[in-house]
């Protein structure tokens, strides 16, 4: 990749951007087209130059559907990569998935992902493209410009399609189309006749601060030709700020001089070799949790590791359960299916999470791990407990790092998590539990990136110890001709993430029922449509929850829950404000 440069033009080089003609007329209170394409540039310089002290995790996750007469489309095959996105001599993903894979076509794939987070990364300046402005459009609470970019030399590498401009600071805040260098990276995915078209997502985590937080890349036919099979891909980025928001509990004190208000009955005795074993495995514990929540793997805990809590606490309360410490769970932020133990704390994927439809889905799987824990099985390797052990590089993390259990230990942990359930809440609802697991084991062999661990332990039951227990066993078997069985839902159904700091969130949408079989797209990829605002330092990211609460404030009614700042869209200015970084207050007033 070329090293990006940011271009400042003249104003005989800005008049190229009408070359085009108008589609539309512009709204009087708006810059005329040449300031607006200025402002957007400028504020695409600056987003540049943010970037080149940026390292957040890129995950790009591709399914390959073949046409179904009952479906429609069902996944038949799919592909992985996992990056750090580093700016050293040029943009770059680092490959984290397979650090021992040098494949070209590996390396092709990595550099599509970095270039897929901006439409040009020599910036969309008027003597490379022509604009034209289609009109003004709304994408959650902003007002947007739309014009359609058009490069003047076909045969040079850019981009073609629509952006997004939103009318505060005129930053890109979304972008639709064909990026030629993408779509030869991704060519090793598609068929020869089709091209990538993408949809990349921008995200406001801080006061004038957008950064690329998802991508949907789809395999598009010429016109007139078979468009199958279809390639549908889903690149997310995160991490942007692995400081922010850091837990205390992850925050280790030691206190060489213990305060007298902290002496007890047993101050200045010996702990007993047990106690002393158990401390041992709660520092390797801490370190290892450290670790991942440093590379940006483990979000930050919400109100989602507060659900599965809770869920845990269903299972233990009704069977009446002393444990030695508090078991309590964490959310890894990747997207392939798995769930393992380090101590007491149970990590599971942000992927698993999302695709779950029901709260019994989730016992079932908490319900085995919760077992490992009370049967005495081993919790975390003793080595970890020495820091230095876990000061490698992110590479080694994913490769190396393993929290797996014998297959005797899985069995009796099976045994003893069906026994559990049991005596829960969940018992009136195993079987439907059981149609997830039933979900799972059928795209199994199809879908062998999304349902295959990289720390853990496979979550398809592929001793059908759940499937074959009298509790399970129904001929209510999975039929993709019901709409109403629900056995699964597609990706990025119940949770996004927070792209600054790694939070989990829930998805605030209303729930879709599906009207037809080819709707419910059982695991299956589909395209983003995230809800964009403006948002302060103080308030990373605002859900939709919390934009529907304002607006309901509002209006007078009243809303639960503590009141969520929202910044409001300003009056439309000539020479908005852009951001601080690398650029000045731009004068040209509207009409100019």
Not at 25 to 47: K, V
Request: hydrophobic residues 40%; aromatic residues 8%; proline residues 7%.
């Amino acid at each position: 990749m070329r090293t990006p440069r940011v271009y400042f033009h003249t104003l005989p080089m800005l008049l190229a951007v009408l070359s085009c003609g108008q589609a539309q007329q512009q709204p009087a209170e708006l810059p005329t087209d040449r300031n607006a394409i200025m402002f957007s540039q400028r504020a695409e310089g600056a987003l540049f130059a943010a970037l080149r002290k940026e390292t957040p995790l890129a995950e790009a996750y591709f399914q390959r559907f073949e046409p179904s007469v009952i479906q429609g489309f069902v996944p038949t095959a799919d592909f992985y990569a996992l990056g750090r996105f580093s700016w050293v001599a040029e943009p770059g993903v680092e490959n984290l998935s397979t650090p021992d894979s040098k494949t070209k076509d590996q390396q092709l794939v990595l550099d599509g992902i970095a270039r897929i987070m901006v439409p040009d990364w020599r910036l969309l300046t008027p003597d490379r493209y022509a604009f034209q402005f289609q009109g003004v459009t709304f994408l959650g609470t902003l007002r947007c410009l739309l014009y359609d970019v058009t490069p003047l030399h076909p045969a040079e590498d850019g981009f073609r399609g629509r952006i997004y401009l939103e009318d505060k600071e005129w930053n890109i805040v979304r972008f639709t189309g064909i990026i030629n260098r993408v779509d030869t990276d991704f060519a090793g995915l598609r068929n020869r006749s089709s091209a990538f078209r993408v949809d990349t997502w921008r995200m406001n985590i801080g006061t004038d601060t957008w950064v690329p937080a998802y991508s949907y890349l789809e395999q598009v036919a010429p016109l007139g030709t078979n468009g199958v099979p279809l390639m549908k891909g889903q690149i997310r980025f995160w991490g942007y700020d692995k400081n922010m928001n850091r837990d205390p509990a992850e925050t280790v004190d030691i206190e060489l001089t213990p305060s007298p208000r902290a002496v007890d009955e047993n101050a200045g005795r010996e702990p007993s070799p047990g106690q002393s074993n158990r401390d041992f495995e709660k520092q390797a514990e801490q370190n290892v949790l450290h670790r991942l929540k440093q590379g940006n793997f483990l979000g930050s805990t919400g109100e989602v590791e507060k659900m599965l809590n809770q869920i845990l606490a269903n299972i233990e309360v009704p069977n009446n359960l002393s444990l030695a410490a508090p078991v309590h769970c964490r959310i890894l932020l990747t997207t392939p299916f798995e769930v393992f133990t380090v101590g007491n704390s149970i990590i599971i994927s942000r992927g698993l999470v999302d695709v779950t439809p029901t709260e019994s889905g989730l016992a079932f799987i908490l319900a085995h791990q919760l077992a490992h824990n009370i049967l005495g099985h081993a919790k975390v390797d003793s080595r970890y407990a020495f820091s230095d052990v876990l000061r490698v590089p992110d590479s080694e993390i994913l490769a190396k790092l393993r929290f797996q259990h014998s297959q005797d230990e899985e069995t009796a942990a099976d045994t003893l998590a069906m026994k559990l359930l049991e005596h829960s809440l969940y018992k009136p609802q195993l079987k439907e539990a059981a149609l997830f697991l039933q979900a799972l084991q059928e795209s199994a062999p199809r879908l062998t990136n999304l349902i295959q661990p990289h720390f853990g332990e496979h979550v398809a039951d592929a001793e059908k110890t759940v499937a074959n227990h009298p509790r399970t066993r129904t001929t209510d078997l999975l039929d993709h001709q019901r709409v109403d069985q629900n056995a699964a839902l597609p990706l990025g159904s119940r949770l996004i993430v927070n792209p600054r700091n790694g939070r989990v969130e829930y998805l605030a949408a209303p729930k879709l029922t599906a009207l037809a079989p080819r709707e419910v797209n059982e695991l299956g990829i589909s395209a983003f449509n995230p809800f964009l605002t403006y948002v302060s330092d103080e308030s990373p990211v605002l859900s939709t929850a919390a934009v529907t609460k304002h607006h309901a404030s509002e209006r007078g009614l009243r809303t639960s829950g503590p009141r969520t700042r929202v910044r409001a869209r300003h009056k439309v200015r000539s020479t908005p404000r852009v951001s601080k970084v690398g650029r000045q207050r731009p004068t040209p007033r509207a009409g100019q």
